[in-house]
């Protein structure tokens, strides 16, 4: 192992063409060398033959002067110090490597940063102890660069490693969410701050009539989002329940019970943690083969999987990381494990109400119809699932069931573990944003608008509420116009006259 060369010369590499001459490094030149089973990082090292360094949006291009030996401990201490934590990858190199040429690595620099760093990964990740003394320096490092990822604010210290264990979950759950200027702009914008200062200034009954028909739009939108068009009963029973976000705590009998309350009518479906294989996809028309967009882990993992997210959701809560980050890492997370049969999308999106309710991200306790935001960037909601699914497709070993189903072959259980969440928490983001400053202010500004269209119906016409909304609904749906039909029905009692006056205020206050 000390005699193997790592760096790769650049050109095309597994599918990117390099901008430049140079050597690949890092991550990728270890990848590709030791061949482990992860998908590439999103963003690839280059050591260029110049004195230039610059980003794109698939390369981080270093200087000439950033070269170094080609051994797999400098490749490991460069990535660490420039490319972040990468636990799926540690996890697969553990297991590649034997305990010698484990120990043969840590001895480069005993003491240095980088080496107690990749010592106590191993110790954490593996379960066991090396055959090394505990450490007898003072100083503690971090073991997540805040600087290139987000980390906890406070960790536990490891006196064996003097290492501060800041991960942002457990050995059983701990996805990792790089630093982008998207991520620190949102943040440092405090949206949710300014959203709430703008709250304030609505009149109370209004903010509350908002909040019934947001519930209502996000589960509608929800529902949407697979495909459903469920009826209004169904769609307001479980706005109700997203109404009840952050009241209960994240355990797997509170899961169970959103999936009965998700699923109505439980003959076809076998409610609880999976016995079974599961995808998501397609099946080819003719063989009913199945033709996967995701697979989701392995029915016998599925418990430990969901024990480690509800144990790194208790961890994120209690900790001062951002609410919107906590929501992407939980909520994406449960969706990738894809724990039931059925009902996995409505909850995955309900647990981001969970955690942005529990980190009170709404002073004003108004729930975030972040389901709607979705559903109008559709798109960007599957280029993001697909970001971390498609990738994966390439490392699961499964074959077709008799009914048409898959069934895993190979140890899959970390690749749900460990994985970059950073496009997931950006578009995240980019959902509440987008309900912040559009979803809600429309909400609240047509509430109002009708409010003063019924004021005055109720003053000009002496007309019931009931009628009113009739009214209103008619409106709206023929362009500001109230059809012939309805002159002739519901509306025979206004004369021409009064209708054209009607129509002109109802344009004049709701803007047509």
């Known amino acids: ?84 934590l990468n636990l799926l990858f540690f996890k697969k190199l553990f297991a590649k490597l034997s305990t010698k040429e484990i120990l043969g690595v840590l001895e480069e620099e005993p003491t240095g940063q980088y080496s107690r760093k990749i010592w106590f990964l191993y110790e954490w990740q593996m379960n066991k102890e090396l055959p ?72 109370k009954d209004i903010l509350q009539r908002t909040s019934a028909f947001l519930l209502l739009k996000d589960s509608k939108a929800s529902f949407s989002i697979e495909g459903e068009s469920p009826k209004s009963s169904r769609a307001a029973r479980w706005g109700r329940i997203i109404g009840q976000a952050g009241n209960n705590e994240l355990t797997k009998e509170e899961l169970i019970r959103l999936q009965q309350a998700v699923i109505e009518n439980a003959r076809f479906v076998k409610l609880g943690f999976r016995k079974q294989g599961g995808f998501v996809g397609e099946h080819d028309r003719v063989s009913g083969e199945p033709v996967p967009d995701h697979i989701s882990a392995k029915w016998q993992d599925v418990e430990q999987l969901i024990d480690g997210l509800i144990a790194s959701n208790d961890l994120l809560l209690k900790n001062e990381m951002d609410a919107v980050l906590t929501a992407a890492v939980i909520a994406f997370g449960f969706v990738f494990i894809h724990p039931f049969v ?86 995240l983001y980019d959902c509440v944003n987008d309900t912040i400053q559009n979803i809600i202010p429309a909400e609240l500004k047509y509430i109002q608008q009708y409010d003063e269209f019924k004021r005055y119906i109720e003053n000009r016409f002496e007309m019931p509420d009931k009628l009113i909304a009739t009214l209103v609904r008619f409106l709206e749906q023929n362009k500001g116009k109230l059809s012939q039909r309805a002159r002739k029905k519901e509306f025979e009692a206004l004369t021409a006259t009064e209708i054209r006056e009607i129509e002109k205020s109802f344009d004049d206050i709701f803007g047509l």
């Open 1 to 84: 192992m000390s005699k193997k060369r790592f760096s790769v010369h650049a050109g095309i590499f597994h599918g990117r063409t390099a901008p430049e001459q140079g050597v690949i490094v890092g991550y990728a030149a270890i990848i590709d060398t030791l061949g482990l089973e992860i998908p590439m990082p999103s963003i690839l090292s280059l050591i260029c033959t110049t004195r230039k360094q610059y980003s794109t949006g698939e390369w981080s291009v270093f200087s000439s002067r950033a070269a170094f030996d080609d051994t797999l401990y400098r490749h490991l201490v460069f990535a660490l110090k420039y490319e972040g």
């Open 132 to 203: 090394i003394d505990d450490l007898a320096i003072k100083n503690y490092v971090p073991l997540v660069d805040d600087s290139l990822q987000f980390a906890l604010y406070t960790g536990s210290k490891s006196p064996r490693h003097r290492i501060i264990n800041n991960l942002p979950g457990t050995r059983d759950f701990c996805p990792l969410i790089r630093k982008t200027a998207k991520l620190d702009n949102y943040i440092k914008e405090n949206i949710s701050g300014h959203n709430s200062d703008y709250l304030k200034k609505i009149h």
């Open 342 to 427: 059925d009902g996995n999308g409505r909850i995955h999106r309900y647990l981001i109400h969970h955690v942005l309710m529990k980190k009170q991200f709404s002073a004003q306790g108004l729930v975030f119809p972040v389901s709607a935001s979705i559903l109008n960037h559709i798109d960007d909601y599957r280029k993001a699932l697909e970001s971390y699914s498609l990738p994966l497709l390439d490392f699961i070993e499964w074959k077709e069931t008799s009914d048409h189903n898959v069934e895993v072959l190979n140890d899959t259980i970390d690749y749900y573990r460990y994985f970059d969440a950073t496009k997931l928490a950006e578009f």
